[in-house]
């Protein structure tokens, strides 16, 4: 009887670890990445393409241009070099001097945006640049560009120029150039000259840029 119970106590305990191993076999699987190293991915997820690695990055994108260095469609936020008191006063001795400085201009621009005539600076940087152009294709967009924003009677933009202008470069607009707007470009340019300039000299701008250059320059003295 001894042995008999022996031999059923051996057969039971040979019994539950089978079951026990049919039922370990028919389970879940083990994971296969620990919770530390598991990888959840979304359904939105799963279609996108591996992100780039660090040899693989886009380049990075090509800096912009200075916009109050001919560059005609974006504001003016930029941050030019200051100006030296010396470039600072020799804007009072003629609109071309203004014209050709970088700083004049950002500075001439924000005070005809006080005016509400913004756009004459705008139209004339626009002109500048498309002299600049070889490219006929990049000619036909820009002039396509510049006579909606600034000539057309439909823009906000307009600038003011007189009919035989109008016409000159309606006619031009069939074949346009990189010289299309030059006429019109004079005319605004005499514009701010005679009209804009003379109050620019004697406007709370101007006259805080001299003084900031006098304090600067008693400073450094």
Avoid at 30 to 35: A, G, I, T
Avoid at 159 to 187: C, W, Y
């Amino acid at each position: 009887m001894g042995s008999w119970k022996e031999g059923e106590t051996l057969r039971t305990r040979a019994r539950g670890q089978a079951e026990t191993a049919v039922s370990g076999s028919q389970g879940e699987p083990p994971p296969l990445f620990s919770d530390s190293q598991a990888v959840h991915v979304g359904p939105e997820e799963a279609d996108q393409p591996p992100s780039m690695s660090s040899h693989d990055a886009a380049p990075p994108a090509a800096p912009s241009r200075n916009p109050c260095c001919l560059c005609w469609c974006c504001c003016c936020s930029c941050s030019c070099s200051t100006p030296s008191p010396e470039e600072v006063r020799s804007w009072a001795q003629s609109f071309d001097k203004l014209m050709h400085s970088p700083a004049g201009r950002s500075v001439f621009r924000e005070f005809l945006r006080t005016e509400y005539s913004e756009e004459n600076m705008l139209f004339w940087l626009a002109c500048e640049e498309l002299k600049a152009e070889a490219n006929q294709h990049v000619v036909d967009e820009k002039a396509r560009l510049i006579y909606e924003d600034y000539v057309s009677i439909l823009s906000p933009k307009e600038v003011s120029l007189d009919s035989r202008v109008r016409e000159g470069i309606n006619k031009k607009m069939q074949e346009p150039s990189a010289h299309t707007f030059d006429d019109a470009q004079l005319q605004i340019y005499t514009l701010m000259h005679r009209d804009s300039y003379p109050r620019f000299l004697s406007s709370p701008t101007y006259r805080a840029l001299l003084l900031q250059g006098s304090s600067q320059s008693s400073n450094e003295a």
